[in-house]
């Protein structure tokens, strides 16, 4: 066991920061972890009476209009959760208000670093409480209602912040929908939510460019008759079309003198709709995954404490987009609950020079630090040297979300970017659990790099064999969870029976997460990927039938088969196999087009690594393709394709290899 960092580091002036938080006063009161006896017994505690850990914990985390009437209600075997029944409470007010009564009203909630260096934002919580005051009052004033969805389309600047705490202050239900999604699946969920009005930009930065992002929306709202108003920021000043009566510029919105500046929060029912975030599952239909207001808010606050420490005068900084579940619990809810201060990006790491994160963390003295494995490993390609070049001493908690973080990426993240001084917390979670459920406490659990280590502090999870039975130590199995948290997801929007096929079924009365799992002698838990058709590429979802249907609805296509395939830096890379109609050519040409077409259908997110044309797919007779055989191809395994007799061609999968190796340039044996 790797004990290095945890001997190597002590906590100091824990004294002197708990007495400066108390001056505060908002004094959200911090669940003490400081050994692994901690630990356990708070685990225990938790998993014996749940309702009063929970209770405790949303109690001390959160302001509430009005207590809630029973803490915990649930069933997985129907399924139906509820946390906090009867309670009040709104995830603006808990936000900003109670922080801006007191001396935080000066501090600085969020800081704003632009692509271009120096485009730097820096708002108070007043500021930012104002800003989402007057932006929801514009909102009620063009007709959103509690209930009505708002579909938010941005690049990564504060408006996207002042977007979400405007919906909550006034009950609108926010979707984000992250901005390298194309018109096309921009307008699939902007259909499914039926949203009332889309917020956007007219373009957006990345690297130094400038990329047109309203266009899409015009596309996507050709066919979204829900959609009202279109509230358009002026980023980039490029010329963007308006569409008279339906598209209204942010600035005019906000400049309208009479919005008020204090407006009150609404008061929410704790199971009240907060937000609906879309995500990849195994259909080829992506679920709008429903998350409510009490649990929620509870969960985002808690893990946030547990895992990032939390102290007064940090800046913590999650590298996450904010479209996406780790952007919207660790960049926004969670530092903001705690009256933190919060850092957003606007760029790249690599741009304009490969020390930008790092030059990042010496500019603003950044102190957590949360991001990929991706992103990680990609820096570790460009040598140390630009990481030398900076300070980094103000670090104290390296994070890592998203996929699986191999030992060697996080022994660098650990010895090159921590100095070998400060814990790594390898956090497991999904868009489905609202927060992290599975990592190690910082400077208490013993790391062992590669493991997310233990569950939190009452998360029971399980690893369960394909026949429910539990899985022996070490030996792999689906991690489930056996009791309900309070960020967990409540349903999937517009689709009742979704939420029980999805994470139900399989396994009878245990949430089931999708991800391949084993546990060591120790109950570590390690990590395997996904065990569904669920493709993780550079931390993002993508469901294989979602690209199948993509490529699918190429008029050159007669069948397709998506995959992942192991790649170095962005852990899965997509890779297609391609049946073209009879009539079609396999050419260069039409890889590029194939490719173009999948990024206009999905986003540049989803281009394909490889695509491969064949002229058949493995089946078996009853006419399903066997992707196991083609999964095991990519991955350049074919010593062990498993049984084949089921095949109505065996020879269909040495063309294929021979095929394959062609295209990789590599042979599948070596
Ligand atoms: C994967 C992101 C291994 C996993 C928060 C999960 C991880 C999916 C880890 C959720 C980790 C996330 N180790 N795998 N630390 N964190 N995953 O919904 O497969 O975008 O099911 O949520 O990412 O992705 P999502």
Redesign the pocket.
């Known amino acids: 066991m790797d004990t290095k960092n945890v001997k190597k580091t002590k906590r100091t002036n824990t004294a002197k920061v708990a007495a400066k938080s108390s001056a505060f006063n908002v004094n959200l009161s911090k669940l003490k972890i400081k050994s692994m006896d901690d630990y356990e017994a708070i685990h225990q505690k938790a998993l014996e009476d749940p309702a009063k850990f929970w209770g405790e914990r949303a109690k001390s985390l959160l302001h509430w209009f009005k207590p809630w009437e029973k803490t915990l209600e649930w069933d997985f075997a129907k399924p139906h959760v509820e946390w906090f029944t009867g309670g009040k409470t709104n995830a603006s007010y808990n936000c900003l208000d109670r922080h801006i009564d007191g001396p935080r009203r000066n501090k600085v909630a969020l800081i704003w670093q632009g692509d271009p260096e120096d485009d730097v934002r820096i708002w108070t919580y007043q500021m930012l409480y104002d800003r989402v005051c007057r932006f929801a009052s514009a909102l009620k004033n063009l007709g959103v209602r509690k209930g009505d969805r708002v579909v938010i389309y941005l690049p990564m600047i504060p408006e996207m912040v002042v977007s979400m705490l405007a919906c909550s202050r006034i009950g609108a239900v926010h979707v984000l929908v992250f901005a390298g999604f194309s018109a096309s699946s921009a307008q699939s969920r902007i259909q499914d939510c039926e949203a009332k009005v889309v917020i956007t930009s007219d373009g957006m930065f990345r690297a130094g460019r400038v990329m047109p992002l309203k266009a899409n929306i015009d596309e996507a709202l050709k066919d979204c008759p829900s959609v009202r108003r279109v509230i358009v920021v002026n980023r980039t000043n490029m010329p963007t079309a308006m569409k008279e009566r339906r598209d209204i510029w942010w600035r005019d919105v906000m400049s309208d003198r009479s919005l008020n500046a204090r407006l009150p929060a609404v008061q929410m029912d704790a199971e009240d709709l907060l937000f609906i975030l879309y ?1 990849s599952g195994s259909t080829g239909k992506p679920k709008g995954v429903m998350h409510t207001t009490g649990g929620y808010l509870t969960y985002a606050a808690h893990t946030t404490q547990l895992v990032f420490d939390t102290r007064e005068e940090d800046v913590h900084w999650c590298t996450a987009d904010i479209g ?3 952007g919207h619990t660790y960049g926004v809810y969670g530092p903001l609950l705690l009256g933190g201060t919060t850092m957003m990006f606007e760029g790249g790491p690599r741009w304009p020079d490969p020390d930008r994160f790092w030059h990042i963390i010496e500019k603003y003295r950044v102190n957590t630090f949360y991001t990929a494995p991706t992103a990680i490993r990609l820096l570790i390609r460009d040598g140390d040297e630009w990481l030398e070049k900076h300070d980094r001493s103000s670090l104290r908690i390296l994070g ?6 191999d030992a060697k990426t996080w022994n660098w993240y650990r010895d090159t970017v921590g100095d070998g001084k400060i814990p790594v917390v ?8 609202g927060g992290i459920l ?2 190690p406490i910082p400077y208490v659990t013993p790391l062992k790099p590669g493991s ?1 280590s233990l569950p939190l502090p009452g998360i029971d999870v399980e690893v369960l064999k394909e026949d429910g039975k539990p899985a022996k130590v070490d030996e792999e199995g689906h991690l489930v969870v056996k009791n309900p948290w309070p960020g967990m997801l409540r349903g999937v929007f517009g689709d009742k029976s979704k939420f029980k096929e999805n994470y139900f079924s399989r396994f009878s009365g245990f949430y089931l ?3 391949g799992v084993k546990k060591d002698q120790d109950g570590y838990l390690w ?1 395997q ?2 065990l569904d058709d ?1 493709i ?1 590429v550079s ?3 993508f469901s294989t039938a979602e690209m199948e249907a993509a490529f699918n609805a190429h008029p050159a296509v007669a069948e397709s088969s998506v995959v992942g395939m192991p790649h170095s830096v962005k852990g899965e890379a997509i890779y297609a196999f391609i049946h073209l109609k009879e009539e079609e050519k396999p050419t260069d040409a039409m890889r590029s087009d194939l490719r173009k077409w999948v990024r206009k259908e999905i986003g540049p997110i989803a281009t394909p690594e490889y695509i491969q044309f064949v002229e058949s797919l493995p089946k078996t007779r009853s006419g399903k393709i066997m992707r196991r055989v083609l999964r095991k191809i990519v991955s350049g395994n074919i010593e062990d394709l498993g049984d084949l007799t089921t095949l109505v061609d065996v020879s269909v999968v040495e063309a294929l290899v021979t095929e394959h190796e062609l295209l990789t340039g590599r042979s599948s044996l070596s």
């Open positions: 995500t996406w579940i780790t890592s979300v998203g996929e699986p973080i390898d956090t497991w979670w999904q868009t489905e659990s599975v990592s997310a997460s999708g991800d990590l990927g996904r669920v993780n931390g993002h979802r």
